[in-house]
């Protein structure tokens, strides 16, 4: 698989996504102008907490089932098969605790937060999705995908014009799950893919698959704390205007944290070949793909800052220009994002998927911890910079705990000292690709 693959894969999907970050931005704004702080924040607190449930419909198998289609093509069908098997268990099981959880809080979202953790757990079938991504085929999935995203956002869009009734829209939410879970199964049956399984599945190939995903798992859970949990404790300790306010200016920040995740998945095949073959251009790779993830990161970043509160006024209105403050602070998250897209698949490619829940962890004590400390004082600033240094300590801090993550470190620094030449080569890659 070339680098050329990789760049096409990387450009099909980004200008999908520019297109369906465009919807959903769009209705976000509209909800937070239209529907004022309350409604937008509430809406957020429901998203937030259902999708501490997500992982568990995910099992830590993504990028682990890409791995092995790209090492054992001809039993590509085995693995796929099985980790389906392992995620629907998990789905189900996020689902049970969705309802323990809505029959222990006491709260007036409790239906609308269960009802979004049951339509979400059609996320388990988005594994196909991956092995599309092994075969480089990614472009099978785009226009049905693009298809739901258009017809469903418009609903989102019309619900909100009209009353912003937020079961309706937590529905539509939930809707995008089923509808594209559903698809890809119909895309994948259709194409007879199934008939090429050449090894029987059984509960000894679930359980080992889960042993493989069990870090991965374990680190996604503890990633979505960190993640979610500003949101979370901000509608605790204060009150859903101030999940609303923050909420504004981090929709405005993690917007972009979908490309370095979709550049990386579409450069994993060629990542995990090249491990195998040639360790010299593996490591290469992951230092041109670092230093044009961190450049990128440093031109928003400090472009964001300047611009924030004429952002803010021209996108939500005045009446959120305290989001301004907090979006100038959260924007920096940007760069260890960035960084951790690679250092993902790393972990995955090294076999060190253990690591990968010991840097979640320590961004999640972090998190939790400064959370506690800063938001009763200083409310969405506090949940910022709480933010902000969480992602810096499990994307980069926590490197230097490990002496095996420590090779990371080491590449990661080439990266950034010889990152002029090394973007300089990926730009030359791509000149190539397009003529």
């Given at each position: ?19 369906l ?33 997500l ?15 790209v ?5 590509a069908h085995?693995?796929l098969?099985?980790?389906l098997i392992?995620r ?6 996020a ?24 339509l ?15 075969k ?7 226009k ?32 995008e799950?089923?509808f ?13 893919h199934y ?6 599945t ?15 798992l ?31 200016a ?14 990386a998945?579409a450069?994993?095949?060629q ?36 611009i ?15 989001s ?14 960035f ?21 979640s ?5 972090t ?11 200083y ?29 990371y ?6 990266a950034?000292?010889?990152s ?14 397009k003529?």
């Amino acid at each position: 698989m070339s680098t050329s693959s990789g760049i096409k894969n990387s450009v099909l999907l980004i200008a999908e996504k520019c297109i369906l970050l465009c919807l959903s931005f769009l209705n976000s704004v509209l909800l937070a102008r239209i529907a004022g702080p309350d409604i937008f924040g509430q809406y957020a607190y429901i998203l937030s907490m259902a999708g501490l449930f997500l992982p568990l419909s995910i099992m830590g198998l993504n990028n682990i089932v890409t791995k092995y289609v790209v090492k054992n093509p001809h039993n590509a069908h085995y693995y796929l098969k099985s980790a389906l098997i392992v995620r629907l268990c998990g789905a189900l099981t996020a689902i049970a605790l969705g309802l323990l959880l809505v029959l222990i809080l006491n709260t007036k979202n409790n239906v609308n937060i269960l009802l979004l953790i049951v339509l979400q757990s059609f996320s388990a079938f988005y594994v196909i999705e991956f092995f599309f991504l092994a075969k480089q085929q990614v472009h099978i999935l785009l226009k049905i995908r693009l298809l739901i995203f258009l017809v469903l956002n418009g609903l989102k869009c019309t619900v909100i014009l009209n009353g912003s009734s937020l079961s309706l829209l937590v529905i539509l939410q939930g809707l995008e799950y089923v509808f594209i879970g559903t698809s890809y199964i119909l895309i994948y049956a259709k194409a007879k893919h199934y008939l090429h399984i050449k090894r029987n599945t059984s509960m000894r190939s679930y359980s080992a698959l889960a042993q493989k995903g069990k870090w991965l798992l374990f680190s996604g859970v503890a990633a979505t704390i960190y993640l979610k949990i500003d949101q979370i404790m901000l509608a605790n300790l204060v009150d859903t205007h101030a999940v609303a306010y923050y909420a504004a200016a981090a929709k405005l920040s993690e917007v972009w944290y979908v490309f370095p995740v979709l550049i990386a998945n579409a450069f994993t095949a060629q990542l995990s070949q090249l491990k195998f073959n040639n360790d010299f251009k593996y490591h290469t790779l992951l230092q041109q793909l670092i230093a044009a993830l961190t450049l990128s990161a440093l031109i928003l970043s400090i472009t964001t800052y300047f611009i924030a509160p004429t952002l803010i006024a021209l996108i939500y209105g005045s009446e959120y220009s305290s989001s301004a403050t907090i979006l100038s602070i959260h924007i920096f998250a940007s760069i260890f994002i960035f960084q951790r897209a690679i250092l993902s698949k790393w972990l995955i490619i090294e076999n060190l998927y253990k690591y990968s829940l010991v840097s979640s962890l320590f961004g999640a004590v972090t998190n939790i911890a400064l959370n506690a400390i800063l938001i009763p004082q200083y409310a969405g600033v506090g949940a910022a910079w709480a933010t902000v240094i969480s992602y810096m300590v499990a994307s980069y801090g926590f490197l230097f705990f490990q002496t095996k993550t420590r090779a990371y470190a080491l590449i990661l620094h080439q990266a950034m000292v010889n990152s002029p030449a090394l973007f300089k080569s990926l730009v030359l890659q791509i000149r190539f690709f397009k003529k």
